[in-house]
C-alpha cells in the first residue's frame, strides 16, 4: 500500500487545489508515483474520465500533474449544484440521484464506503496518493455528515496539512482559530500546517509564522509566495481567477450563468495573445465591440435562460448577431439558442418548456439519459479535427442541424444556422486542440501560437519549481504515511 498525504484549508479557495497539484508533480518529478484524490467535491465543472465517468476538473488538472489520465476514482463523489438548495450527486462518475442539503446526510454511509472503496484502489496502485480537502474542517457543524475533511482522514487514517491564505487576511485567526473548534482527535489528525498566497518577502512573516507554530504546536512546512502563472492552469474556479488584461484583439465575450458549467472550454482562447477575452458579470451589457458570443454549459438550462434575460442578453446577442456578429452555443448554450427548450419530466427542474433565443431552428427535450463519452470530431467549416468530450442530458434536432457544426464518426453534431452567425455544439474542450483552435481563429482574421497542453505541463513544472523553492517538500512527503 501506497502512503498519503492530505491537503485541507482553513476556508474554501485557499488554493488546496493549486497545493495539490504543485505537490504531486513535485513528487513525480523525484520519481514518485503518485495520484491526486478528492473524497468530494461541489463543481458544476467536470471532466469526463477514460471509464466513462465525470469528475471535477481540478482532479482532471491533478491527474495531468500525475502524467495521469483521469479515473473516476479520482473524485468518488461529485455534487452538482442545479438549485440554491439541491444538487446532482455522482458517485465513482456515475449520476445517483438529485438531492436536497437537507436530506444529503443520509447518504452519508453509502457514500463513504464508495470513498475509501476507491481510496483504496489509488493506493494500492500507487507509491503516494495525495488528498485534497473540501472546504474547511472549521464547518464543525457539518463533522456529523462530513466525508470530505477530517470523516475521511480519520476513517482512512491519512495524516493532514492545515493551508491558510495570507492573501485574504488573517491568515494566524484562520489556523489557529480552526484548532481551537476541532474536537481533540481530528486536531490531532493535523501534521502541520503552511501559508499559501504571500506577497512580497515571506521574511517579513517570521514573527507571524512562529507564533501560529507556538499557539497550535505544529509543525511549520513553509510560506509560499503568490504563484503568478496560477491564471494558466484549468481551474474550478477560473472565473475568479485573475487574467492579464488586454486592450485589443479578437473580442471574444462569455456571460457568466448562475450556474455557469465547464467554462474551462475558454481557457485556451485566454492565453491566446491574439485574443481578448472578456467574462461578462451579471448586469452588464454584452459589449458593443464584440466579435464572438461564447454561451457557455450550465447545470440547469431553462433556469439559465431565464438568468441571461434577467440581465437583458437576450437582445443584446440578437442584436449583435443582427449586427453580422457570431455566436457560438456550447452544451446547455447550444440548447438555448434553439426555438425552445422542454423538460417534461423535470430533470433539471420544474417540469415544463421555455422559448429558447431562436437563433438556431432546432428545439431540445430534457431526458433521463446522460451522455458521457470522448470524441474525435471534424469541424465541417475548416475540415479541422479536434478532440472533446460530451457530458450532458437532452437532445437537440430541427432543420438546422442539416448544416453540423461538425461531424463524430460520419454523424452529424451540433447545428449551424442559415445565415452562419449562430452555431451550436455539445462537444466540450474544442478549443484545447491547438490545430483547431488555429483554424477556428483564423475564420475571424486572428492568429493562434499557443501549444496549450504544452503551456499547461511547463506551467504545472513552474508551479512544482516555485513549491520546491519556498516549502520543505522533503518533508511533506515524509508526514505521508
Not at 473524497?39 to 491527474?63: F, K, L, W, Y
Not at 485566454?270 to 447545470?299: C, F, H, N, S, Y
Request: glycine share 14%; hydrophobic share 45%; proline share 5%.
Amino acid at each position: 500500500m501506497g502512503r498519503a498525504l492530505m491537503i485541507q484549508g482553513t476556508g474554501s479557495n485557499v488554493g488546496k487545489s493549486l497545493l495539490v497539484a504543485g505537490l504531486c508533480r513535485a513528487a513525480r518529478l523525484r520519481g514518485l508515483s503518485v495520484a491526486p484524490f478528492k473524497p468530494q467535491n461541489m463543481s458544476n465543472n467536470a471532466a469526463v474520465t477514460a471509464d466513462g465517468g465525470e469528475i471535477g476538473r481540478a482532479q482532471a488538472v491533478q491527474a495531468q500533474a500525475c502524467g495521469l489520465a483521469p479515473h473516476t476514482d479520482m473524485n468518488p463523489v461529485l455534487l452538482k449544484p442545479e438549485t440554491d438548495t439541491g444538487a446532482q450527486v455522482v458517485v465513482q462518475g456515475r449520476r445517483l440521484a438529485t438531492a436536497e442539503a437537507r436530506d444529503y446526510g443520509a447518504l452519508r454511509p453509502m457514500l463513504l464506503s464508495r470513498v475509501l472503496e476507491s481510496f483504496g484502489r489509488l493506493r494500492a496502485a500507487h507509491d503516494l496518493v495525495v488528498v485534497e480537502g473540501a472546504g474547511s474542517p472549521a464547518e464543525v457543524n457539518l463533522r456529523p455528515r462530513d466525508i470530505a475533511n477530517m470523516g475521511f482522514a480519520r476513517a482512512a487514517d491519512v495524516p493532514v496539512i492545515l493551508a491558510g491564505d495570507i492573501d485574504r487576511g488573517g491568515v494566524i485567526a484562520q489556523i489557529v482559530g480552526t484548532q481551537a473548534v476541532l474536537d481533540a482527535g481530528d486536531a490531532a489528525q493535523i501534521a502541520g500546517f503552511l501559508v499559501n498566497r504571500f506577497r512580497g518577502d515571506p521574511r517579513l512573516f517570521d514573527d507571524g509564522y512562529g507564533l501560529i507554530a507556538a499557539r497550535t504546536g505544529w509543525r511549520g512546512y513553509g510560506v509560499l509566495p503568490w504563484f503568478a502563472d496560477a491564471w494558466r492552469l484549468p481551474a474550478e474556479d477560473a472565473v475568479d481567477l485573475a487574467r492579464p488584461p488586454r486592450a485589443e484583439g479578437l473580442h471574444v465575450v462569455c456571460p457568466v450563468l448562475s450556474r455557469i458549467a465547464n467554462f474551462d472550454d475558454l481557457d485556451p482562447l485566454a492565453q491566446e495573445p491574439a485574443v481578448r477575452l472578456t467574462m461578462l458579470g451579471p448586469g452588464r451589457a454584452l459589449p458593443g465591440d464584440a466579435d464572438l458570443v461564447v454561451i457557455p454549459g450550465t447545470k440547469s438550462t431553462r433556469g439559465d435562460l431565464a438568468f441571461l434575460r434577467a440581465q437583458g442578453w437576450d437582445v443584446d446577442i440578437a442584436a449583435h448577431v443582427r449586427r453580422g456578429g457570431r455566436v457560438l452555443g456550447l452544451c446547455g448554450g447550444y440548447q438555448m439558442l434553439g426555438r425552445r427548450v422542454a423538460d417534461p419530466e423535470g430533470i433539471e427542474g420544474p417540469a415544463g418548456a421555455d422559448a429558447g433565443l431562436g437563433l438556431l431552428d432546432v428545439e431540445t427535450v430534457m431526458t433521463p439519459d446522460k451522455r458521457l463519452t470522448e470524441v474525435l470530431a471534424i469541424h465541417a467549416a475548416t475540415g479541422a479535427s479536434f478532440r472533446g468530450y460530451e457530458i450532458h442530458v437532452g437532445r437537440t434536432d430541427g432543420p438546422d442541424r442539416a448544416r453540423p457544426f461538425a461531424r463524430v464518426e460520419g454523424r452529424a453534431e451540433g447545428a449551424v444556422s442559415a445565415c452562419g452567425r449562430a452555431a451550436g455544439s455539445y462537444l466540450h474542450g474544442m478549443f484545447r486542440d491547438d490545430g483547431f483552435r488555429a483554424a477556428y481563429l483564423a475564420g475571424f482574421g486572428a492568429a493562434a501560437s499557443g501549444r496549450y497542453d504544452t503551456d499547461v505541463d511547463a506551467t504545472l513544472d513552474g508551479l512544482a519549481g516555485h513549491m520546491e523553492a519556498h516549502l520543505d517538500i522533503g518533508a511533506l512527503l515524509a508526514a505521508a504515511r
